[in-house]
């Protein structure tokens, strides 16, 4: 088990230097789409051709870690080439060093994401690991989405924003947070209440622990999607 954490944890260093965030200031959505297409296609197909029965998990962490390899590699390769007839500059060393507290914030979520599951693992038995895992999947699934999508659509936006006016930056935050208050309160209360069923739905009967866990860790994902505006400016 301490030899697979070792595997998963050496994701941190492709994780570090996946340049997506330097597109996505750029507003090139288009490579920052192809390199997710090419994590996800890499990560399925090593699935496929190495991952075949439960006894496989180091094979599983390994191919995880190497999902995040070549594009890694790839946004690497674009960034030292990046140049235009506008007069961009080719990336050099300085600016990702000033870019270095957004990598770091990026590999911090990392860790915010998956400590929950170690500290069970550490001090619970496998069988509550996998209660709590039915539970905080779903709902990490959720988080990554909000703080994915929500960083790609707002970032050029407040940029722009932000460069108009300033009244016009703090009107458009405020505006923001509203809508996600009225998304997220919702969804949290809706959740909260139907936690039973909507796990009786998702996973066989055996579950019934990972409820309350579900209905508590649901409301991280909602603040998550108020703080990532937030994040985002």
Do not use: C, D, H, Q
């Given at each position: 088990e301490q030899s697979l954490t070792l595997v998963v944890g050496l994701s941190v260093f492709p994780l570090a230097f996946l340049l997506e965030w330097f597109f996505q200031g750029l507003e090139r959505f288009v490579i920052v789409m192809v390199s997710r297409l090419v994590r996800?296609?890499?990560?399925?197909?090593?699935l496929t051709l190495f991952v075949h029965t439960n006894t496989d998990a180091m094979r599983s962490a390994i191919v995880f870690v190497a999902s995040y390899c070549l594009p890694t590699l790839i946004l690497l390769w674009l960034s030292r080439r990046w140049h235009s007839a506008g007069g961009r500059k080719t990336v050099n060393l300085s600016l990702l060093v000033l870019a270095l507290p957004i990598g770091l914030s990026a590999l911090l979520n990392q860790v915010n994401f998956n400590f929950g599951t170690l500290a069970v693992g550490m001090f619970h038995t496998h069988v509550a690991v996998g209660e709590y895992?039915?539970?905080?999947?779903?709902?990490?699934?959720?988080?990554?989405?909000?703080?994915?999508?929500?960083?790609?659509?707002?970032?050029?936006?407040?940029?722009?924003?932000?460069?108009?006016?300033?009244s016009n930056f703090t009107s458009l935050i405020r505006y923001l947070i509203r809508m996600a208050l009225l998304v997220a309160l919702p969804i949290g209360i809706s959740v909260t209440l139907l936690a039973a069923s909507l796990l009786h739905v998702l996973y066989p009967v055996g579950y019934d622990d990972a409820i309350p866990v579900f209905q508590i860790s649901i409301w991280a994902a909602m603040i998550v999607l108020v703080r990532s505006i937030y994040d985002t400016c």
């Open positions: 996800g296609i890499t990560y399925l197909g090593l895992s039915a539970a905080n999947r779903i709902v990490l699934f959720v988080e990554s989405f909000i703080a994915t999508n929500v960083v790609v659509v707002l970032l050029p936006l407040l940029s722009r924003k932000f460069k108009e006016s300033t």
